[in-house]
């Protein structure tokens, strides 16, 4: 009874899927028009470019902050499985994330990505 249920939820998210595709392709627009694309200052044209240059240092400098805060996030409930949990099992593998972090950091550390101004 149940993977009937499955089956026919499966069956109903493929066509709803399917009827989806349809209409956004039926529905995009394909004329590009120049002026319309174009940043508009006022009716006259623009004094500056629209698109400044985005600094890829701080863009890297972002990255590095994601990538150490979600490793972080994934350890703190190492914290509250410490009473469930086998003590060797649970200090070896804290050791092995911390030092997977550590590395992780010495590698960016000697590439020069965490220097902001060089």
Same mark, same amino acid.
């Given at each position: ?12 998210? &493929?066509? &709803? ?12 627009? &394909? ?49 509250? &499985? ?37």
């Amino acid at each position: 009874m149940i993977n009937l249920m499955l089956i026919i939820m499966f069956i109903l998210m &493929t066509i &709803t899927l399917i009827i989806m595709m349809i209409a956004s392709f039926l529905s995009k627009k &394909t004329i590009v028009d120049r002026e319309k694309s174009s940043p508009f200052e006022c009716g006259f044209d623009p004094f500056n470019k629209s698109r400044i240059p985005f600094s890829l240092r701080f863009f890297l400098i972002a990255v590095i902050f994601l990538i150490f805060d979600v490793e972080i996030a994934m350890l703190l409930p190492m914290m509250i &499985t410490l009473s469930k949990s086998n003590i060797m099992s649970w200090v070896l593998v804290s050791m092995i994330f911390i030092a997977i972090l550590l590395v992780g950091l010495y590698h960016e550390w000697n590439q020069g990505a965490l220097e902001w101004a060089s």
